[in-house]
């Protein structure tokens, strides 16, 4: 069974950075794409970042510019660089993977149980 742990998540002020960091239990080599997802408060989880095999990039607009995803494919890890946070990237973020064969690189297959980011104004 797929697992991912995110790991690196907490309270940063407004302007600072965090980075993230999801480990799977399997070779992400074997996924079609992984990435993020976050969900605030009372709102619908969204796409953040995700990132296919291959190695290209994607960011919903409100990230573009101040995060970046990356893989290490030996450590089976994807990390999520935040830099300029803004107190509207609080959320709980959800690491995700999809298996080959997923119509979107936004398919879930298997989620994280999730790391909190509080950014403090």
């Known amino acids: 069974q797929v697992q991912l742990v995110e790991s690196g998540g907490g309270l940063v002020q407004a302007g600072g950075s965090l980075r993230l960091s999801c480990l799977a239990s399997?070779?992400?080599?074997?996924?079609?794409?992984m990435g993020w997802y976050r969900q605030a408060p009372g709102k619908e989880r969204e796409p953040v970042a995700g990132?296919?095999?291959?190695?290209?990039?994607m960011y919903a607009d409100s990230v573009k510019g101040r995060f970046t995803i990356s893989r290490d494919n030996d450590k089976n890890t994807v990390y999520l660089q935040m830099n300029s946070l803004k107190p509207e990237d609080t959320a709980v973020y959800f690491c995700?993977?999809?298996?080959?064969?997923?119509?979107?690189?936004?398919?879930?297959?298997?989620w994280g149980k999730g790391t909190l980011v509080t950014v403090s104004s």
């Open positions: 995700y993977a999809n298996d080959w064969g997923a119509e979107s690189i936004w398919n879930v297959h298997y």
């Open positions: 990132t296919p095999n291959e190695g290209s990039t």
């Open positions: 399997t070779s992400i080599l074997g996924f079609n794409a």
